[in-house]
Each structure stands twice: as structure tokens, then as C-alpha cells.
């Protein structure tokens, strides 16, 4: 959808969607090993999931600068931003979900980490916001620059997710978000 309508912050959403799938398959791995062996430490794989995501994130952010630099410079607007409106407010709804299922779970396991983990899904529900503010104010004044700053708030979640998920491969306890 962001590709077809040069929506380049749906675009840069939906890969970031992407990569926190990526992260979804280490949190799951936690799960299951806490259940399984409370005591064991944390596997090989999930801190290799950890830092697989830092690198994502970090990829993303050059990716969304790059093409961001690109459209300013080639005056490349979008053509609507109605798709943004209506994933980024399904995606609201959904994500206030997931938190509140994982800090339930958190809790039921007494897994501090997957307490802070569902904290930080907090910030998918902030990139989400950013997405829909800039696409109904694209819709409303089709100014170009309203993709290009929900381009650049993206960009700035997106450094801010590679570092926790390296600051967690790290074992950090407790990353910005929390």
C-alpha cells in the first residue's frame, strides 16, 4: 500500500511491522522457557533475535532517511494517505491489545522481562499515532511535508527500538521505554 500510493511513512511502518514480528518470535521463545525452565538462562537464539532486530531497526532508520532525502529533494508527495488513516487506527486498537495480553502474561509468569517488553509495545502504539496524525493532516492540507514528519517520528522511534533491543541482548534490565 505505502509503495503504490508513495506513501513513504506507511511504507516505513509496514516494515517496521515487519521487523517487530522478528522480535514477536524472541518474546515467544521467552515464554516458552520460562514456563518450561524458570531458571535457565537466556538461550543463544533469543539474544541473536535481540540483536537481529537491533540491526533491522538500524536498517530501517537508514532506509527511511535515504528515501526520505529522496522525495524532498524530487518533490514526490503522496497520493492519499486514507491507507495510513486506516491501518494506523486498526493498529491502535490491536496493539492496546497486545500490551494488555502481555502484561498479563508478564504478570502470570512473574516475568519482569516480558513485563518491560509489553511496556515497549507502547512505542508501536506511539509510531501508530505519528502515522495517523500525519496522514489525516496530509488528507486535510496535501502538503507533502506531513508524510515526510511522520517520515522523521518513524525514524526517531525506530533509533530508539535498535537501541533497546541491543541495550536487551546486553541483558540490560530495563531499557528507555519502561
Same mark, same amino acid.
Given at each position: 500500500m505505502g509503495v503504490k500510493d508513495e506513501t513513504l511513512s506507511l511504507f516505513g511502518f509496514g516494515l517496521d511491522s515487519f521487523i517487530e514480528t522478528i522480535s514477536a518470535s524472541g518474546v515467544l521463545f521467552m515464554i516458552y522457557r520460562i514456563r518450561n525452565k524458570k531458571d535457565e538462562?537466556?538461550?543463544?537464539?533469543?539474544?541473536?533475535?535481540?540483536?537481529?532486530?537491533? @540491526?533491522c531497526f538500524?536498517?530501517? *532508520?537508514?532506509?527511511?532517511?535515504?528515501?526520505?532525502? @529522496?522525495?524532498?529533494?524530487?518533490?514526490?508527495?503522496?497520493?492519499?494517505?486514507?491507507?495510513?488513516?486506516? *491501518?494506523?487506527?486498526?493498529?491502535? *486498537?490491536? %496493539?492496546?491489545?497486545? *500490551?494488555?495480553?502481555?502484561?498479563?502474561?508478564?504478570?502470570?509468569?512473574?516475568? +519482569?522481562?516480558?513485563?518491560? +517488553?509489553?511496556?515497549?509495545? %507502547?512505542v508501536c502504539v506511539y509510531m501508530s499515532i505519528v502515522l495517523l496524525v500525519s496522514g489525516i493532516l496530509f488528507e486535510i492540507f496535501h502538503i507533502a511535508w506531513f508524510d515526510i514528519l511522520g517520515t522523521a517520528g518513524l525514524i526517531w522511534f525506530s533509533v530508539k527500538e535498535g537501541r533497546e533491543a541491543f541495550d536487551k541482548a546486553k541483558g540490560k534490565a530495563c531499557c528507555e521505554c519502561c
Open positions: 538462562e537466556r538461550s543463544a537464539f533469543e539474544i541473536t533475535t535481540l540483536k537481529i532486530t537491533g @540491526w538500524y536498517a530501517l *532508520v537508514i532506509i527511511l532517511a535515504f528515501s526520505a532525502i @529522496w522525495n524532498i529533494y524530487y518533490g514526490y508527495k503522496p497520493h492519499t494517505t486514507f491507507w495510513n488513516i486506516i *491501518v494506523a487506527s486498526i493498529s491502535i *486498537v490491536f %496493539m492496546l491489545i497486545i *500490551v494488555s495480553l502481555k502484561k498479563k502474561i508478564g504478570s502470570l509468569l512473574n516475568s +519482569d522481562p516480558i513485563i518491560a +517488553d509489553a511496556n515497549c509495545g %507502547m
